[in-house]
């Protein structure tokens, strides 16, 4: 973890612990890459062994998977491992990317995340009300809990974006990103 020591302390205090909480999370939510595979695992054994197919697997394989890819998001973004045009980005000096940055955070990706993240609750909530199930096959899923994590995400990449934003803005005063 970088320890931001060149910004101010308010400054260096709420970076780190939102690059933290991105980090530990990312970290506990990479794990569900195992019920997963074990989902799949045991879906193709009782097919193709047993002539026995399940009715919960492609249910629980794509919740999954839909769950480890949206809340790994913000662990992606302190990993600055989002798609980026680095051929152009790459070539400028810092002072260029934090403004470059800081402006498209404050124009696009602030504005975009709230309204991902305000339909997803008000998704969310209207199926927790109705207690959503599946209608994909005959197992038919609570939906629920799964489309909860549409505005956890969203929440989780607001609360990223602060931070990379603050560190955009440092490197668009100062010349340099924050070591």
């Known amino acids: 973890m970088t320890s931001y020591q060149s910004l101010p302390l308010p400054l260096r205090r709420v970076v780190r612990v939102i690059d933290t909480i991105s980090v530990w999370s990312g970290k506990l939510f990479c794990w569900l890459i195992i019920p997963m595979v074990l989902c799949l695992v045991y879906e193709v054994f009782a097919r193709y062994l047993f002539d026995a197919p399940t009715v919960w697997a492609y249910d629980a394989t794509y919740m999954i998977y839909g769950s480890h890819f949206m809340l790994g998001a913000a662990f ?3 990993r600055q491992a989002h798609v980026r045009t680095d051929f152009l980005y790459q070539n400028w000096p810092p002072r260029w990317q934090g403004i470059v940055d800081a402006t498209l955070y404050a124009c696009l990706y602030f504005p975009a995340i709230g309204l991902f ?3 997803g609750y008000d998704f969310a909530s209207v199926s927790w009300e109705q207690r959503e199930v599946g209608i994909t096959g005959p197992w ?3 939906l629920y809990p799964f489309k909860t994590v549409i505005p956890v995400t969203g929440a989780m990449l607001i609360m990223q ?3 990379e934003f603050i560190k955009s803005l440092y490197a668009a005063i100062k010349g340099e990103w924050p070591s």
Request: proline share 17%; aromatic share 8%.
């Open 140 to 142: 038919a899923p609570p």
């Open 117 to 119: 993240t305000w339909a």
């Open 161 to 163: 974006g602060v931070s």
């Open 76 to 78: 992606t973004s302190v």
